[in-house]
């Protein structure tokens, strides 16, 4: 019987992973796999813990979380060279990278899904030398987000973050960056900026002609000219007009780029602190193996 290692994220979210654990253990094992799982405790040197005893006789890794969860995974994997393909369920705030892959929210029918999905690769952000599988920022919604409760994330969700970040609106001081690419460059003021390998930041669909097999990313910055244009700026996203970018927008498709801050600004990846300025970004092309789930769930075994 093939093994699969279950790395779960038992405070994760809305959903409590847990209560799940013997119905996620009983399709697997109908399934012909034996769940091996890990409890995620994010303690220093984990690693070898969750990781050190992957070997051929696993299939696939099963991750149970949100974006910084996911996020947190491949980066070890990475430092350890496990190429195993990585299946997701969606049990974080926002779970911008499971909602690209196609996962559906039921625990139950993703599991089902996954197990008659096909491995496909995906391309991951490099920034500096840490991995990022959805989106890179940094700004106005990035310091919300880094400074909104656990609690109130779970409660709320994404809405904790929007709300929270108009509130901040009028008292933010605007970024000045310097962001030079391989396909053009921005020199001038940013109220928040994104890097993105998906399309979606808490749900909200930014980035519309993001591809996650493409071997580019989309860079888009918001000058923040004055606050009635950035509110209109936002709302445009969040009526989510589709394949189109308002006044005040920079939008650009590269494959690496160099971003650089006048001022010592927090970044962020995947929901969790990034590193500091200067960032080099660039697109690790087909670098992920993931497993897209089938529309239905009666495909042969993976």
Known sequence: ?????FIYNAKSGETVITEY?????SIYQNKGFSIVPYRLTFADEEEEDMLGDIDTSYNHILIAGGDGTVNYVVNAMKSYNIDLPV?????????DFATMLGVPADIPKACRRILAGDVVNVDLGLANEEYFVNVFSCGLFTEVSQKTPTILKNNFGKLAYYFGGLGELPSFRKMHITLES?????????????VFNGQTAGQLRLAHTSKIDDGLLDVLVIKGDNPLDTL??????IKRTPKSYPAGIYHTQCSELTVYSYNDEHTD???EPGPRFPVRISCAKGALKVIKPSI?????RL
């Open 87 to 95: 299946a997701v369920l969606p049990v974080g705030t926002a779970n």
């Open 232 to 237: 209109r700026t936002i709302f445009h996203f």
């Open 1 to 5: 019987m093939e093994k699969v290692r």
């Open 21 to 25: 654990l013997d119905e996620i253990i």
């Open 269 to 271: 990846i995947d929901g």
């Open 182 to 194: 391989d396909n053009g460059n921005y020199e001038g003021s940013s109220i928040i900026f994104f």
């Open 296 to 300: 239905h769930h009666t495909k042969k």
